[in-house]
DNA sequence: GACGGCGATGGGAGCGGTATCATTTAAGAG
DNA sequence: CTCTTAAATGATACCGCTCCCATCGCCGTC
């Protein structure tokens, strides 16, 4: 009763043609009469027909699979406090819908950064589904161990929002740029002290982002202590910290910015529990555009992230790449960010 | 340079056994001499080897896969919305997880309910990746074309959050006691004229809540005019044009529930635009607790479904299935879900 | 008109596992 | 001590596809 799917023997019987033709066809190579190939499309039409992805990874050089690397903690915090993954989210619906577009596939991988075990793990995954690329995001994208593995292994890759050149292609936003417009955006309201709430510096990203904001206040003139930046680790209670570290000091700042969205939530919640104005006594800024974000009261100044058009642009390179058979070229594409101005910046207070 | 990955072959060689040894190992099958078993496993793992799970699939009768199968056009207007899309997140932690702890993985594929393609789609689906199982979700799980090429190739399915029976096994929560106990929470806080937004009726759920709200305001002396169900698509436009038209009654309801969050979100924003007072003048109550939900201001009263855990419960029923080599059987897993008060509820003004 | 070259097609060898069945080995019965 | 029997192991045929190479015909060239 179990119906067995058509195979490609099937098709060409039913096409009277060989095998062989018959894959010419589906992978559109040259050399096939108009005639066959029509009678070919007509079998594999009739008997809904569609080529097994085990048997094409098998027997030839492409698997139609690309696998995304995410880190496990980060995605386990935000799945478990349900407090939403918009980073995630954006991610795949960029990168899936590129993928469905020439029949490929993506699969989500977590990786613990953590783990001893971190190059067995990538290694168990890259030899059981022989991807035909990889997509890292942070911080996997700047892990020695991870890039080892893939370079050792010949399996290209693209990173997704990594300031780190050099280390193979990636598909980034101007990170810096972004932190500089941030921190101008509160100078320009008249701020002077100004904390931030920085992201693990396993991310990059979060060394960049504090550099640069050091740099932009130190070239309006102002010179920032080192009690102004707290490290946190992008959760929720990483910002509620953060906030009450830097509230907590003689003399508070009269802005913040966090380095993403759970950290600025967390100092919402603070400065609400603590009855502190937003953003009359307190401005706040985050990193990351999410709901949340949005959705906040006040709703947040937010720097907007590309997530869904780099994970598309990766995808893209990825599939172009391996459907060509050249190898990927290093370049980097960098995508346009956006300073989200809403109504959690404001003046500074007198 | 590319390091080809070690074969089954080279662990048979490295651990001086004949290749079928090495994969009853890998297999846990029985009949292996400790011995034997040992040498084999310490070549495993100084290979770094793990199995091709295409050849797995081609050889053998599994492919330690699932498909989820989710609405193409849901899912895609949650991700653009960037409103968040914790139902598909929730969905993602508790199957992946399972998943991953058996060595199986998750494919995520959308379908779109309208299209007259659809069976073809999921055909495609099905012969190109072999899944060993495959996940519903709502509305696919009620839909026949849907659920009649899984039954005609014989593939194991389970259905998630379907009040539908008879059509094979599901995991659900009780619907319509949700809706009675939403029901009766307003009717307790003494609110007479409720309204609610009713979901796209392609969700057989959406009609059991209308059912059901509908039962109980009749059971407690009070009579639901048609103008006071509004059917929705589970957008928050949807939301918007609901509460505008119930608003616009001659006697507006008190109360409005909403059949998903983003459909309650809009009517909060409605609300919110006309300056009617949430819960002083209208109480509103959502079916979805997401962070939207909760991060609304007011925080919203909802129904808090137990997603996660039923993704879990469908892929372990498939999982193991699979593993056994047994027939699904047709049971049901009900899990309980929670109604969660919050501020968006008040008694009813006078 | 023989030959080289190229476009169009087919034949058959794997790819890396699993499944079936044969074979060897060891244990227990008579 | 032989014979039976089951446990332990191996040999080998696929699974459905791609890839390499052979074949065949047809054209143009000198």
Redesign the interface.
Same mark, same amino acid.
């Given at each position: +009763? &179990?119906?067995r799917?058509?195979t490609i023997i099937h098709v060409a019987e039913k096409a009277r043609v060989s095998v062989k033709t018959v894959s010419r066809v589906l992978n559109n190579e040259p050399n096939v009469t108009p005639d066959l190939k029509e009678r070919v499309l007509a079998a594999v039409e009739k008997l809904?027909?569609?080529?097994?992805?085990?048997?094409r990874? +098998?027997a030839g050089s492409r698997?139609y699979l690309l696998v995304a690397f995410n880190d496990r903690r980060l995605t386990?915090d935000n799945?478990?406090s349900?407090?939403?993954?918009?980073w995630?989210?954006?991610m795949?619906?960029g990168a +899936?819908l590129r993928c469905?577009q020439s029949g490929y596939?993506? +699969?989500?991988e977590?990786v613990d950064r953590e783990s001893d075990q971190l190059e067995?793990q990538i290694? &168990?995954?890259?030899?059981?589904?022989?991807p035909d690329g990889v997509i890292l995001t942070p911080p996997n994208c700047e892990n020695p161990v991870v890039l080892g593995a893939l370079k050792?292994?010949?399996i290209p890759f693209v990173r997704l929002n990594t300031p780190v050149r050099g280390q193979g292609p990636r598909v980034y936003m101007d990170d810096r740029a972004a932190a500089r417009q941030a921190t101008r955006h509160l100078l320009g309201l008249g701020h002077k002290r100004i904390g931030m709430i920085a992201g693990d510096y396993k991310f990059s990203s979060s060394i960049q982002r504090v550099e640069t904001f050091v740099a932009t206040m130190e070239a309006a003139g102002i010179a920032v202590p080192e009690a102004w930046v707290y490290q946190g680790d992008f959760t929720f209670e990483a910002g509620v910290a953060g906030a009450n570290a830097l509230l907590d000091l003689p003399e508070p700042p009269t802005a913040i910015m966090a380095s993403n969205d759970q950290m600025a939530l967390g100092v919402v919640s603070v400065a609400q529990a603590r009855g502190i104005a937003v953003p009359g006594a307190l401005s706040i800024l985050s990193y990351d555009d999410?709901?949340?974000v949005r959705?906040?009261?006040p709703s947040l100044t937010a720097v907007r992230q590309p997530v869904?058009r780099m994970a598309e642009k990766a995808a893209d390179m990825l599939i172009t790449a391996s459907a060509s058979g050249e190898k990927l070229t290093a370049g980097s594409q960098l995508l346009p960010f956006e300073l989200m101005v809403r109504a959690s910046t404001g003046p500074a207070p007198r």
């Open positions: +009763m &179990a119906k799917p058509a809904g027909y569609s080529p097994s992805k085990a048997a990874t +098998m698997s386990l799945w478990r349900e407090r939403g993954n918009e995630i989210d954006q795949l619906y +899936m469905e596939h993506l +699969m989500f977590l067995k290694t &168990a995954v890259l030899s059981s589904l022989q050792k292994r010949n999410s709901i949340g959705l906040s009261v869904a």
